[in-house]
Nanobody, 118 residues
Framework: QVQLGEFGGGLVQPGGSLRLSCAAS????????MGWFRQAPGKQRELVAS???????NYADSVKGRFTISKDNAKNTVYLQMYSLKPEDTAVYYC????????????WGQGTQVTVAS
C-alpha cells in the first residue's frame, strides 16, 4: 500500500508563507483523491484542499485564494503552498488519499505542525 509522509511545517509570522510537502512511497499517478487536512486543538479535522487524479482542485472557503494544492507525479509528491497565513491557520496539517473512489482513506500519519504567530 502507498504510504504518505508530511513535512515542511513550522513557525511563521502572520502574512508569511510556507510550503508543505507530502511524499508518497509509491506512484500517485492514478490515485483518485489526495487532500490536505488540518486539525486545531479542540476542533474537528477539516479538509483544506484536495486534488484529483485529473488535476481538479477544491479548497475550503477559509483558505481559498491563499492556499494552492499541486502535485508532481514524477516525484510522487503533493504540495500545499500557503500564502498570507493567519493565526487561525494554526493547526496540525495532514495529508491523506483515497486511491480508489469509495474505498476510504489511507492510515493517518502524525501530521506536521503549522503555527502562525507573531
Amino acid at each position: 500500500q502507498v504510504q504518505l509522509g508530511e513535512f515542511g511545517g513550522g513557525l511563521v509570522q502572520p502574512g508569511g508563507s510556507l510550503r508543505l510537502s507530502c511524499a508518497a512511497s509509491g506512484s500517485i499517478f492514478s490515485i483518485h483523491f489526495m487532500g490536505w487536512f488540518r486539525q486545531a486543538p479542540g476542533k474537528q479535522r477539516e479538509l483544506v484542499a484536495s486534488i484529483t487524479s485529473t488535476g481538479k482542485t477544491n479548497y475550503a472557503d477559509s483558505v481559498k485564494g491563499r492556499f494552492t494544492i499541486s502535485k508532481d507525479n514524477a516525484k510522487n509528491t503533493v504540495y500545499l503552498q500557503m500564502y498570507s497565513l493567519k493565526p487561525e491557520d494554526t493547526a496540525v496539517y495532514y495529508c491523506n488519499a483515497e486511491p480508489i473512489y469509495g474505498l476510504g482513506y489511507l492510515s493517518w500519519g502524525q501530521g506536521t505542525q503549522v503555527t502562525v504567530a507573531s
